[in-house]
């Protein structure tokens, strides 16, 4: 026991990744710093043009921020970057850097949606990593029957993909250097898109212990672990509408749950997709019934001792990293918090 009273458990070995909303250039230049001080080891920055600042320039901020850890977007998308920009782009990041940065893409969701776009086919991502890869390493690509040049950059920048259905996870095990997974975290969902990847790995000519393996999961620990699990429900609903927007098959979703599932894509408001601001989306959780599933799939979130339980329960899981998103009100309170009281890392 500790002096407190309360049960001590060993620190979880997972390591964390953090996603940050990114605010006013030099309050998030800070946010960086303070989560590269508090020993997180990788900053994912979402592109979402029409909601979030610039993912170029926030990257940039965040480069010049930090001085070790790796960084990059989580993720962009192949329509409203042309892999050619992209390519420059991280190329840039990754010599601003000194070898850092990680290109994160997947098929597309507010930074489409909310511009009236669909998200990209499964092929054509496929299309878009070759040809950022051709790119960054080569220097030339054809992308959809034309030709494109990288003119002054052959340095590799390692690309990770955000995967939830059968058919993208199996690609980025084939494709990707890492793999962002949002399929949540119940045994056998854990196990079969681990089992997916490896699937893509092989076709590859790699294993699964080839790839860096992310999972994405919605986080808050405070206190009161009412309170910090009621705060993230804007986070739990768009988990829920992202992971099993295609498709329900193959997803492990309790019968009970399909239709108000159904009934919260339909009502989704896209133009406020995590937003702390709003409360559409929030609502929706807990009006459908949904809060306590959608925190036991995708979420850790509770007092201190309660997050740790849970970690430690992942981690028998078989997952590893954790690519962790905390829409709260105070993110320096809680990247302190969550490193000091759930990790039991001091700041540097």
């Known amino acids: ?39 997180f080891e990788m900053i ?43 390519a420059s782009g991280m190329s840039t990041l990754n010599e601003l850097s000194g070898g850092r940065a990680v290109f994160g893409i997947a098929t597309g969701d507010s930074a489409l949606l909310n511009l009236g776009l669909r998200p990209s086919l499964v092929e054509e991502l496929r ?11 080569n220097g030339s690509t054809v992308f959809k029957g034309n030709s494109s040049t990288l003119s002054w950059n052959k340095r590799k920048v390692p690309v990770y993909m955000a995967a939830e259905g059968i058919k993208t996870l199996r690609l980025a095990g084939e494709v990707a250097d890492g793999v962002i997974i949002g399929t949540g975290f119940i045994p056998e969902m854990v196990a079969d898109s681990l089992g997916w990847i490896e699937e893509g790995a092989r076709k590859s ?13 919605k986080v808050n620990v405070n206190e009161d672990g009412k309170k910090a699990k009621k705060e993230i429900r804007m986070a739990l609903a768009g988990s829920a509408n ?30 406020e997709h995590e ?16 809060r306590e599933y959608l925190l036991e799939r995708f979420a850790v979130a509770g007092t201190p001792l309660e997050c740790q339980q849970r970690l430690h329960e992942l981690e028998e899981m078989g997952v590893q990293h954790l690519r962790i998103t905390a829409h709260v009100p105070d993110r320096p309170l809680f990247i302190k918090n969550w490193s000091e009281k759930v990790r039991g890392i001091p700041k540097k």
């Open 205 to 217: 000519g790699r294993k699964l212990e080839d790839l860096d393996l992310w999972w994405i999961v």
């Open 275 to 290: 937003m702390i601001d709003k409360r559409s989306n929030a609502d929706l959780v807990d009006d459908l019934g949904l």
């Open 1 to 39: 026991m500790n002096l407190d009273g309360r049960m001590r458990i060993d620190k979880s070995k997972i390591k964390h990744g953090i996603a940050m909303l990114p605010p006013e250039p030099t309050i998030y230049s800070n946010w960086c710093d303070l989560a590269e001080d508090y020993g």
């Open 44 to 86: 994912w920055i979402p592109d979402s043009q029409s909601l979030y600042r610039e993912l170029y320039v926030s990257a940039a901020i965040c480069s010049y921020s930090t001085k070790k850890i790796n960084f990059g977007p989580c993720v962009t998308n192949p329509v409203t970057r042309h892999p050619a920009v992209a």
């Open 127 to 137: 299309n878009y990593i070759i040809s950022f890869r051709e790119l960054t390493e």
């Open 242 to 271: 992202h992971a099993f927007r295609f498709t329900k098959e193959h997803k492990h979703i309790p019968t009970e749950f399909l239709n108000p599932i159904k009934e919260l894509e339909k009502k989704y408001l896209h133009a």
